[in-house]
């Protein structure tokens, strides 16, 4: 299913994040994105990225430098494809930040499922 932003994504939790790495406006780098989680939409195809338990930005490598002004508020994502509702690690994304904060999964980027934490009492009632 490919991940999309909707309006229950809680994308001003990504400008927070893009804000404490010191993103700026109109500024292009590759970077870490942990824990967005996605959850299938009915119908299944699509899926919603939500922003709202993603963890601190690490930047890679800057590509080109922005100004001070301040980040946009509209988010788009491009390319972010998981076989299933989860939490998804977005390394070495392409983030830009002219007109709009967007996101691209491509080529260079892997997508990597977050480990599941089970609970003893999960665990025991499986096992019963």
Known sequence: ?????????QSFR????????NISHGQEIRADLPNIRVLALAGGGEGQALFCTMGRIRVREILN???????????????????????????????????????VVDDRTRV????KVVHAAEAWAAEV
Request: proline residues 5%; charged residues 25%; negative net charge.
């Open 65 to 103: 430098r922005g100004d001070d002004r301040p980040l946009p508020t509209d988010v788009t994502l491009e390319g972010l494809h998981v076989f299933s509702s989860g939490t998804y690690d977005v390394l070495n994304a392409l983030v830009s930040s002219n007109g709009n904060l967007r996101l």
């Open 1 to 9: 299913m490919e991940a999309r932003v909707t309006s229950q994504s």
């Open 112 to 115: 990597v499922p977050v480990a």
């Open 14 to 21: 990504l400008r927070e994040r893009m804000e404490e790495a």
